[in-house]
């Protein structure tokens, strides 16, 4: 049986798409979350000046059955944060200091997708990918390197990927996919216009649509059959941007991984090829 999602780290990925009312109650609980397990729902709209409906509809948001619900969630969660570098990079910070909070970031936003991501999810990715007749990998910007990457995994191992960081490019391979294929779109913010296109196009032929993002409310996962959302901070800054990044890197790279394993043999044999090849390319 799934474990009951971490309503904090719910809070936070889906922080930029609430309202003014809804970010209220929201900052209250992450910053107050010990607290809030005290509190009748009463007291805790007193304190917030909202009207009590205002946190059954904000529960409700979270697919949690009331606020008692919410105080169980938050009672169960760890009552001390782990204890990393992690903040905003200052200005008069050191060097070994701004290395400390980079890593620190990352290491957070990893540790906390682990416990976010659905599981089942990225189980029904790994089998529609390893079924398709055609993958396509499609990544615009900043997310063009991630697909890129993964894209060089499958192929040197078999699978029949193609990768399109182009959205002219894009949209016509999404334009000639059918049922037997599979398209996976990867944003960060989940809003990039030209893949979300993209995504459409290939749906509209048919084609199984995966997405990869770091916000639970985006549009991108209105168009996809499968979602995969890791966790990311409410906060789009630098720092917290390439973290989440390198989140998407490592759910890909999961990805990839149980896409060899699941043709072992013909896996070892192309990486045993592949790694005959790399070799004759570097210095001894």
Known sequence: MQKAENCILLIQSMYPSFHRVEKKIADYILENSEEVVTLSISELAKNLEVAESSIVRFCKILHLGGFGELKLNLACRPKEKPVLPFGNVKKDDSTAEILDKVLGAS???????????????????????????????CGMYTSSTIVHDAYMRLYRIGYPVFCFTDPYEAKIAASMLDENCVVLGVSHTGRTKETIETLRLAKENGAKVIALTSFVRSPILDVADISLVICSSASEGVMEAVSSRISHIAVMDALCTCLGISRYEQTTKRIEKNSEIINKMRFE
């Open 107 to 137: 290491i957070q936003v990893l540790s906390e997708t682990r416990d976010f991501i659905n599981h089942k999810k990225f189980g029904e990715a790994v089998e529609c990918i390893r079924n398709a007749n055609k993958i396509i990998f």
